[in-house]
């Protein structure tokens, strides 16, 4: 079965603070993906990435970096010098190649940044 | 300007009283899906379309239809809803099955 866990249910930072968001996946699908999205208090969703499980590259946009293991399964969101405006609610999500357009999320964690 | 639009965005009904949620993307997208999220819970599928006419169950589809007539809209109904319905509603498109799926602004729904 597929299954995302985001461990840190809430987290809270200073401003100008890095802060790591964890994310956990288990699947037996050899070929997957890997998203992030961000809700904001307003409540959409803004999809920020997208990975395929052949690409074990780590990514960089901006103060953004995530860092994808598969030897652990893990596909980590760090956010560097943190803003306020980065408070959100943050999910990690999974799909599989075989499988239909369905994406699998986790919880989510709650990021609050105080100034 | 590409979007995924739903309508209403927010609703208060009562029991039985049955609904609709309208879904619009105009980026021509096949794969259309409605999503549910609960707190502690993240989002969960409802149902998803794969075309005009192609409609197949998420992980929670008790107590939902849709259909999908054309490619653009994805109409979520609630023939009778329940308390147990009350959630903030997501409906997403993306061009195909593995792509991104690009999600609307939601519907929070409140059953009496």
């Known amino acids: 079965a597929q299954k995302v866990t985001q461990a840190q249910t809430e987290i809270s930072v200073v401003e100008k603070e890095d802060v790591t968001l964890d994310c956990v996946y288990e699947?037996?699908?050899?070929?997957?993906?890997l998203f992030w999205y961000k809700q904001p208090p307003s409540g959409e969703l803004v999809f920020l990435i997208r990975r395929n499980s052949f690409d074990e590259q780590n990514e960089i946009s901006g103060r953004y970096s995530w860092n994808f293991q598969k030897s652990t399964s893990s596909f980590n969101f760090t956010i560097t010098a943190s803003q306020v405006v980065d408070s959100a609610v943050y999910f990690c999500?999974?799909?599989?190649?075989?499988?239909?357009?369905?994406?699998?999320f986790g919880a989510g964690t709650r990021l609050a940044v105080h100034p | 300007e590409a979007q995924v639009t739903q309508n209403p965005r927010y609703l208060i009904t009562v029991t039985g009283k049955k609904l609709t949620v309208t879904c619009s993307q105009n980026m021509n997208h096949e794969y259309m899906s409605w999503y549910r999220q609960d707190p502690g819970l993240g989002l969960r599928q409802i149902y998803y379309?794969?075309?005009?006419?192609?409609?197949d169950k998420g992980d929670v589809p008790e107590g939902y239809k849709v259909s999908r007539k054309e490619k653009r809209n994805f109409p979520l109904i609630l023939e009778s809803p329940s308390p147990n319905q009350t959630s903030l509603y997501f409906c997403?498109?993306?061009?195909?099955?593995?792509?991104?799926?690009?999600f609307g602004p939601g519907t929070r729904l409140l059953v009496l």
């Open positions: 997403a498109s993306s061009p195909s099955r593995v792509e991104t799926q690009y």
């Open positions: 379309s794969m075309n005009v006419e192609v409609t």
């Open positions: 999500a999974l799909t599989q190649s075989g499988g239909y357009n369905k994406l699998i």
């Open positions: 699947t037996r699908d050899t070929t997957y993906y």
